[in-house]
């Protein structure tokens, strides 16, 4: 039988950090469905009180499993901010990523979070979150961690942190700001096992307020 070097090639790489090669491990590029850009090119120079600030994009695509898809709109979302409304939370996972006042979710000034809750624990592979990218803003703050209980107290593994002053106290981070674009911000959760995700910001260089448009989170159930 020709096996071709597609499949090939993510086989020996799962083989090779000793996972167990099946037919729905083949890796397969991340392409989320994008929406229209608000804005042309991305600044030079992050905005005033922003430094080290880089534009976001991968400089390739994400691999991941070709069996994973989108799971966050069968998640139960919660936020740290008690005055927003669960009818308003479920606009983070309608699938309507545009720039538009309509679009996104507003929640208080200061450190806030979204918790997403699966149920049961998944394979996760990939979160990309829109805030909001109608011009070429800079969130602050970003912390993106998964965790085995509610509370957050349990085997707590973060994927993401540009939180340097740790406003948000999950503890400082080293990754850079960057500029929201349509294409959002995806991370690699690295098939981390896990029930819920947490989302952390704080404000931006527009705005105190945290804007979420759309979020997207790439899994699978066990093997």
């Not at 090669?21 to 397969?28: G, S």
């Not at 918790?115 to 592979?125: I, M, N, T």
């Amino acid at each position: 039988m020709k096996i071709t070097s597609r499949i090939l090639l993510p086989a020996l790489c799962l083989a090779l950090s000793g996972l167990t090669v099946t037919a729905a491990d083949e890796l397969v590029p991340l392409k989320p469905a994008l929406p229209e850009p608000a804005f042309v090119g991305t600044p030079k120079e992050g905005p005033p009180g922003t430094k080290d600030v880089e534009s976001g994009k991968l400089a390739k695509p994400l691999m991941i499993p070709k069996d994973a898809v989108n799971i966050a709109p069968k998640a139960t979302l919660s936020t740290s901010d008690a005055k927003a409304s669960p009818r308003s939370l479920t606009k983070i996972t309608d699938g309507d990523k545009e720039a538009r006042e309509s679009s996104v979710v507003l929640l208080r000034k200061g450190p806030q979070y979204l918790q997403f809750d699966f149920g049961k624990p998944f394979e996760l592979y990939a979160i990309v979150i829109w805030h909001a990218h109608d011009s070429a803003k800079v969130y602050h703050s970003v912390v993106a961690q998964v965790a085995d209980d509610a509370e957050f107290t349990k085997n707590v593994r973060t994927l993401f942190n540009n939180d340097k002053a740790n406003a948000d106290g999950v503890g400082a981070g080293t990754d850079r700001e960057y500029f929201e674009t349509n294409e959002g911000k995806t991370i690699d959760a690295k098939g981390e096992k896990a029930q819920f995700v947490r989302l952390y910001s704080k404000g931006s260089t527009e705005s105190a307020l945290n804007e979420y448009t759309e979020v997207e989170i790439y899994g699978r159930p066990p093997k």
